[in-house]
């Protein structure tokens, strides 16, 4: 565990080698790094990553072969680099009126069909726009049609597609929900990412990892460093994990 001594981005760079390196890709996490951080810090990720394994970190994520079906492996892989691109905007300010006129795409691509979303629409929105544009967009949403885009994403029929938006949209407007009930089901072992509890503690430590501590003890009733001493063997590894939960 001395990665866990390592700087913030250098322990992103490692944890997303990590992932590329497994026999099936969890495209979940590596959503997580490309949503939850800022474009200057993806950056340093990226640096250190190209540093520590003389690899291109965008190139190998494009690279990734198909594991099961291609299609589903594509799809995602484009949210991954329309989202790299939004990074490029992060300090554009916020337009209102472009939020609105994309909401209305949204739903007319979405709710409005009795067929699946039209994911070129998605991706040509989510490439152009950056993420506070986008938390404006989904606000805009909600003001005009009375709920949540995510709510328009849940349904029983769901394509590959909007299964892979439903984990961008949630982690990028309500991360500290998502963070807190991805290390709940790793914690209670409910989920099939079983390295979920490590590499949520290593990548929000020091960020955000107060707010997800708030929330986890909102919505379950307990302190996240006690869920932790609860469920994991005692040891340095228990140790280890508990200080990074409380490292706000």
Do not use: W
């Amino acid at each position: 565990m001395s990665i866990c001594m390592l700087e913030p981005h250098v322990r992103n760079a490692i944890i997303i080698r990590e992932v590329l390196e497994q026999d099936e890709v969890n495209y979940k996490a590596l959503v997580e790094v490309y949503v939850g951080q800022k474009s200057s810090y993806i950056l340093l990720i990226k640096h250190a990553y190209q540093t520590r394994f003389r690899r291109l970190l965008d190139q190998d994520i494009l690279n990734i072969e198909p594991k099961h079906s291609y299609q589903k492996i594509l799809l995602v892989l484009q949210i991954l680099v329309a989202l790299s691109t939004t990074h490029k905007a992060h300090h554009v300010d916020v337009n209102r009126c472009i939020a609105k006129s994309d909401a209305k795409r949204l739903y007319e691509t979405g709710e409005a069909r009795s067929q699946a979303v039209d994911q070129a629409v998605i991706l040509e929105i989510f490439s152009k726009r950056s993420i506070p544009q986008l938390k404006l967009t989904f606000s805009s949403y909600k003001q005009i049609y009375g709920h949540d885009y995510m709510k328009s994403l849940k349904k029983d029929n769901s394509t590959e597609f909007e299964d892979a938006l439903k984990t961008v949209v949630e982690c990028m407007c309500n991360p500290a929900k998502y963070y807190a009930k991805t290390l709940y089901a790793s914690i209670k072992e409910t989920a099939k990412d079983k390295g979920a509890l490590r590499r949520v503690l290593m990548s929000r430590a020091g960020a955000d990892m107060d707010e997800i501590s708030r929330f986890f003890k909102k919505k379950y009733g307990m302190e996240l460093t006690e869920a932790i001493r609860e469920s994991i063997p005692s040891g340095d590894y228990r140790d280890i994990l508990i200080a990074l939960a409380a490292n706000s």
